[in-house]
């Protein structure tokens, strides 16, 4: 018999959180953490840094050319931002719910941003929106690899 779809392994994936200057300086990086940790994901990849201008633009590629993009990045390169890899089943849309839409004001209480953020431009975290874009950005942030 053909086991239940129920029972076959869920992959895991691994998913990038970048928590904002705006987060660092509000000493919320604790608090962004043991959220990700508490809901059962693990974090496997973890540093504090000053984001060369480059690493951002290329991260924010996507959005070069709207309006807001030289905004973000000036941001971003702001003061020191915590990159993270966090892996587990379903870690990618299991992070972006838990962060809550990309506008504060949008987001539901209970999310990262819907309890502690009022500002589009300081929404607290950066999550990589499907497996692919996560694949490319922890390249990009991890570039010295991470534990398989
Ligand atoms: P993030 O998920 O890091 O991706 C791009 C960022 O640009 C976004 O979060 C916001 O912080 C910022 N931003 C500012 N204005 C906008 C906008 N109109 N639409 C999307 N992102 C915006």
């Known amino acids: 018999m053909k086991p239940h779809k129920e029972f076959l392994p869920v992959p895991l994936e691994t998913s990038l959180v970048l ?16 959220r990700i940790e508490a809901r059962g994901l693990a974090v496997v990849g973890l540093k504090l840094m000053s984001a060369p201008r480059s690493l951002v633009e290329e991260h924010y590629s996507e959005h070069q050319g709207k309006g807001f993009f030289e905004s973000v990045v000036a941001y971003l390169c702001s003061g020191p931002v915590v990159a993270m890899a966090v892996r587990g089943e379903n870690a990618v849309r299991a992070i972006r719910a838990m962060m809550g839409a990309t506008n504060p004001l949008d987001a539901e209480p209970g999310t990262v941003r819907g309890d502690l953020a009022l500002s589009i431009d ?11 874009a996560a694949a490319r950005e922890l390249a990009l942030w991890f570039s010295e690899g991470l534990p398989a």
């Open 122 to 132: 300081d929404n607290l975290t950066h999550s990589s929106s499907d497996p692919e």
């Open 19 to 34: 928590i904002k200057p705006g987060g660092v300086s509000r000493r919320l990086v604790g608090e962004i953490t043991r």
